[in-house]
């Protein structure tokens, strides 16, 4: 029996989306299949890592992903140029933890400060995270926006709660917008849908199904985003159809894998590769079901990768 | 394809004697169609019709057991591409390279990390579940050896037997030839040879072709020499290409019914690094491999590749539970906070990591809601009052905390009444409705 290829054709295509300026802007999403499968359509061009950096010192962050930045994390300015120069990184992502109102509950003022500061020290494209608090997102992203006016930014995550004024600032300032709902694909239509109809075109859209770590309902992220991207291509619904953003390091350092030592776990091995293969394993499965635009924090593991995304493509 | 109920009627008698059970042919073909019926319990259908039903009924990846007894595993039966339709059925297997050029001491060493692979994860088992034997030396005496120190140290883990040289092939499968092991190395050169040694010794053939068409002729050609259990290696090795003939060879089988491709799939993962060898095992886990050979099993790698076959083997239908029990988060002395939630895997997730972000050692209990979040839970009748006042007793959780305070979650404060009324002497403190409120709310309690 002759072997015919089970090729498909899809009705519809995910959205191309540029961040940043000049030389150094770049695009991502823009295929019509199924992630890596260019044997059966277009996929011209890849996905995107960009770094985590934030606006005060990551304390928070386990020893194994503070260590590579602990000579420039103090400062958010050194941070993102050692990432652009030395890591040679594609894009920058700083959350603005800082102005959690449970925290430091740094101002606004302070947050578009440091917006501009680390703007004027890359020329590579910026994702501007708000610290994930609700109410404080609206305000501090307003400032935030309004800082990096016209610089073609990321920011987010608007969320069903504060989606409005988020929404209104990308707007304003000529940015792109992260919609994030919680790890349900009918949530993440209709904040979609409430975005578009206040006027954003869906083009300026990346849509964050909310993730989660290898082992911490990684299966739930992972097949809502396989749905999402299914929905986008053989439904050619054009809602679903912005790119999907894995905000994988933030989730993946916080879980007792990436942590507990060896001393204290023998049977789980080496604390230091074990990090690192979490964020990589769990980058690498979000890829496989559609992540265009991944956030990660550690130097090696954004290296393998990337090693795998050139062999995928 | 699988037939229709039409079609299958076609194939039967038409005399509607019921001696099937049913009271017509017609009725008799749909249960048929839906493999609720088996067509043995048709006295008078033709030879003919028998078979043509076994074909076309038989599952789209043929199932096979590979090795024996306990350590014995699964492989094929899958009916879907994607997992959110249909659970998948049985987990790929991790099996460690050993090659023949190896000193015996290295051999030993590896054979030891096998043995010591297991680990516990939500209460599941897992291991590295097999070795591939490589015959890099060419050469059967060493290849002997390495198969002789295997089966003298490690009787019972299922092998993969890989030479594409007869002689070799047959020296080390003849040690294992009750073991179910897999042949593997059939290729268009030697294919008659090793359909032999396969028929011979009962073993599984891994067929290897240079590209998928290649592949189904090779599994045509051994099928009609005899053989029935095979496992298929397309040839790809670079991450592109395991994507694409995964894929492919999966859609084939489930979506054309094309039987030369309908068997398990062997992928060969093996890198210089071993970080990028565990993505390439990503990608194998979550696109269709049955087996992943490896070149390496560090315990840190290995935790993350069966975290990752565990995530993705999940039944999406069923809500992943964690246990109902008292969890310590930190370090909690008498003082500590006790809060409770339910059993939802993602919920405890959720919680727990945010008692954890808020450093304060405390008590998490958790009650069994059969796997529902808060709200449904609570909906649904799983999460009353009652019951939470029953856990709390029978876990005798007064025994270990010396205040009687129950932090509830604040999506079900309208709780807090009727479970003080059942609980004499506790005070029931609602808690943020959000997780990710508990930092504050633990921090502004100290």
């Given amino acids: 029996m002759a072997f015919t290829p089970p090729t498909e054709s899809?009705?519809?295509?995910?959205?191309?989306?540029?961040?940043g300026l000049g030389d150094k802007a770049i695009t991502f999403g823009g295929e019509n299949v199924l992630p890596f499968h260019a044997f059966e359509g277009s996929i011209p061009n890849k996905p995107v890592i960009a770094f985590e950096i934030q606006d005060i010192p990551p304390d928070d962050w386990p020893e194994q992903v503070r260590?590579?930045?602990?000579?420039?994390?103090?400062?958010?300015?050194?941070?993102?140029?050692?990432?652009?120069?030395?890591?040679?990184?594609?894009?920058?992502?700083?959350?603005?933890?800082?102005?959690?109102?449970?925290?430091?509950n740094r101002?606004?003022?302070?947050?578009?400060?440091?917006?501009?500061?680390?703007?004027?020290?890359i020329n590579i494209p910026?994702?501007?995270?708000?610290?994930?608090?609700?109410?404080?997102?609206?305000?501090?992203?307003?400032?935030?926006?309004e800082a990096a006016k016209d610089k073609n930014c990321v920011i987010g995550k608007a969320q069903e709660a504060n989606y409005k004024t988020i929404v209104a600032a990308a707007m304003a300032h000529n940015h792109k917008l992260i919609a994030m709902s919680e790890l349900d694909i009918n949530l993440s239509k209709q904040l979609n849908i409430l975005i578009i109809q206040?006027?954003?075109?869906?083009?300026?859209?990346?849509?964050?199904?909310?993730?989660?770590?290898?082992?911490?309902?990684?299966?739930?992220?992972?097949?809502?985003?396989?749905?999402?991207?299914?929905?986008?291509?053989?439904?050619?619904?054009?809602?679903m159809q912005p790119p999907m953003l894995g905000?994988?390091?933030?989730?993946?350092?916080?879980?007792?894998?990436?942590?507990?030592?060896?001393t204290d776990i023998p049977n789980w091995g080496s604390v230091e590769e074990r990090g690192i293969t979490w964020e990589a394993v769990t980058a690498t499965a979000l890829l496989l079901a559609g992540a265009d635009l991944l956030i990660m924090r550690h130097p090696k593991a954004v290296v393998a990768v990337e090693k795998v995304i050139e062999e995928l493509v | 394809m699988a037939l229709t109920g039409v079609e299958i009627f076609k194939l039967l008698p038409k005399t509607n004697c019921k001696k099937c059970g049913f009271p017509t042919c017609l009725a008799f073909a749909m249960k048929l169609a839906q493999r609720q019926a088996s067509i043995d319990l048709c006295p008078d259908v033709s030879e003919e019709a028998k078979q043509k039903l076994g074909e076309a009924s038989a599952p789209p990846v043929r199932p096979i057991t590979f090795g024996v007894g306990d350590k014995s595993i699964k492989m094929g039966e899958e009916t879907v591409l994607f997992r959110h339709d249909k659970r998948f059925v049985n987990p790929c297997a991790f099996a460690l390279e050993i090659k023949d050029t190896l000193s015996e001491k290295d051999i030993r060493d590896r054979i030891e990390q096998v043995l010591n692979s297991e680990m516990e994860r939500v209460g599941q088992k897992l291991r590295v579940d097999a070795v591939a034997l490589m015959n890099d030396s060419h050469d059967t005496s060493r290849f002997e050896i390495l198969a002789k120190t295997i089966f003298q140290n490690a009787p019972d883990i299922p092998v993969i037997i890989c030479s594409e040289n007869p002689s070799s092939a047959e020296t080390a499968v003849k040690l294992f030839a009750d073991r179910k092991p897999i042949l593997y190395g059939a290729n268009l050169e030697n294919a008659e040879a090793f359909a032999n040694i396969a028929k011979t010794y009962k073993t599984i053939l891994g067929v290897k072709g240079n590209n998928l068409d290649e592949l189904s002729s090779l599994t045509e050609k051994v099928k009609s020499l005899g053989v029935q259990d095979i496992v298929i290696d397309s040839g790809a090795r670079k991450a592109k290409d395991i994507l694409r003939d995964n894929t492919f060879i999966r859609r084939a089988a489930i979506k054309k019914n094309f039987k030369p491709l309908g068997y398990p799939i062997i992928t060969f993962a093996q890198r210089e690094y071993s970080l990028v060898e565990a993505l390439i095992g990503t990608i194998g886990i979550a696109k269709y491999s049955s087996i992943i050979v490896f070149s390496s099993i560090e315990k840190w790698k290995n935790l993350a590749l069966f975290t990752l076959r565990q995530n993705i083997y999940t039944d999406?239908?069923?809500?992943?539970?964690?246990?109902?029990?008292?969890?310590?988060?930190?370090?909690?002395?008498?003082?500590?906070?006790?809060?409770?939630?339910?059993?939802?895997?993602?919920?405890?997730?959720?919680?727990?990591?945010?008692?954890?972000?808020?450093?304060?050692?405390?008590?998490?209990?958790?009650?069994?809601?059969?796997?529902?979040?808060?709200?449904?839970?609570w909906a649904a009748g799983k999460f009353t009052a009652a019951k939470i006042a029953q856990f709390i007793k029978d876990t005798e959780v007064e025994k270990i905390i010396n205040h009687r305070e129950l932090i509830i979650p604040g999506y079900?404060?309208?709780?807090?009444?009727?479970?003080?009324?059942?609980?004499?002497?506790?005070?029931?403190?609602?808690?943020?409705?959000?997780?990710?409120g508990l930092p504050a709310f633990l921090r502004s309690k100290l």
Avoid at chain 1, 76 to 98: E, F, N, V
Avoid at chain 2, 421 to 432: A, H, S
Wanted: proline share 5%; glycine share 6%; net charge negative.
């Fill in chain 1, 67 to 104: 260590k590579p930045y602990k000579d420039v994390a103090n400062d958010p300015i050194s941070w993102a140029k050692y990432c652009q120069d030395t890591l040679k990184a594609k894009a920058i992502a700083l959350r603005l933890i800082g102005t959690h109102p449970d925290g430091e």
């Fill in chain 1, 107 to 121: 101002s606004p003022e302070d947050a578009a400060k440091t917006v501009k500061d680390v703007l004027s020290a």
């Fill in chain 1, 126 to 145: 910026l994702i501007i995270l708000g610290s994930n608090h609700a109410e404080k997102d609206a305000s501090v992203l307003i400032s935030a926006a």
């Fill in chain 1, 247 to 262: 905000d994988v390091g933030m989730y993946v350092w916080k879980v007792k894998e990436t942590q507990a030592s060896e």
């Fill in chain 2, 412 to 436: 079900v404060a309208i709780l807090s009444g009727a479970i003080e009324d059942k609980l004499e002497g506790w005070k029931v403190i609602v808690g943020p409705r959000e997780a990710n």
């Fill in chain 2, 316 to 377: 999406p239908q069923v809500p992943m539970q964690v246990e109902q029990k008292i969890y310590k988060i930190g370090e909690p002395t008498t003082t500590s906070p006790l809060l409770i939630t339910t059993n939802f895997s993602l919920t405890y997730f959720i919680v727990s990591g945010e008692i954890e972000n808020s450093k304060v050692p405390s008590y998490l209990a958790v009650i069994d809601s059969e796997g529902l979040s808060v709200l449904t839970a």
């Fill in chain 1, 198 to 239: 206040m006027g954003l075109e869906r083009e300026r859209i990346i849509i964050d199904p909310m993730c989660s770590a290898l082992g911490y309902g990684l299966e739930y992220t992972y097949s809502v985003m396989e749905r999402i991207r299914l929905a986008a291509l053989t439904q050619n619904d054009t809602t």
């Fill in chain 1, 10 to 19: 899809y009705t519809g295509k995910v959205c191309a989306l540029t961040i």
